[in-house]
């Protein structure tokens, strides 16, 4: 299914949009050296309900995951990318964390994911395998405007990507988004300009890079959601909610100032 928003819904999306980047930014700052991963869940579950929201991940049950996901937002470390299913793990000083948030509001879904550096290390490689996946939702975004394809998209993130040495998975890419979290069409991370469906305003994207250091091969964990790099490398994600408008693209999922 593809959805085409109405002026309407597109205002509802844009306060979904404003919470999830107000959440994500909110636990960006309380994930410190011994946060727990429960400990964030349950401040993003209390966050959602602050804002009369709904989680799109309580009760999300895909085929590719094990029985209903049961919490309020994915937390990704060091080798997990995707899905990351929080669990009794304390952060230490150098992890590489992910936090993917998507909620409903008004009957309108969004959806983003931060990675970034818990702590005062710095280590160089995880920098900067952060700093692709941001450049490469850039490029993305910058593609996206109506009468582009997806294929356009795509390719705009996959020469980011691939430039920067990095091996790109087309399992799990970005995807329509709208009165539910995961629609048609989807956005691999690479692909062929030219190609796919074209874009027309009012339609919403989640378009969500990610990388592993030395792999493209993931591997499920024992929780059978959280899905891992195979050979235990590091990994990174990025991702906004954008709408497709007359003028080209609106980040929906952008931290406003206060």
Known sequence: MIEILNPTELTRARETGALVARVLHTLKGRSTVGTNLLDIDRWAKDLIAEADALSCYVDYAPSFGRGPFGHHIC???NDAVLHGRPHDYALADGDLLTLDLAVSLGGVAADAAISFVVGDARPAESVAMIEVTERALAAGIAAARPGARVGDLSHAIGTVLGDA????????GGHGIGSTMHQDPHVSNTGRPGRGYRLRPGLLLALEPWVMQDTA??????????????????TAHSEHTIAITDDGAEILTLPRSS
Do not use: M, Q
């Not at 040495?165 to 799990?172: D, H, K, L």
């Not at 091969?217 to 590091?234: F, M, P």
């Open 75 to 77: 937390t990704a470390v």
């Open 165 to 172: 040495g990095y091996p790109i998975n087309t399992e799990f």
């Open 217 to 234: 091969e993931l591997v499920t964990d024992a929780d059978g959601w959280t899905l891992r790099s195979a050979t235990g490398c590091r």
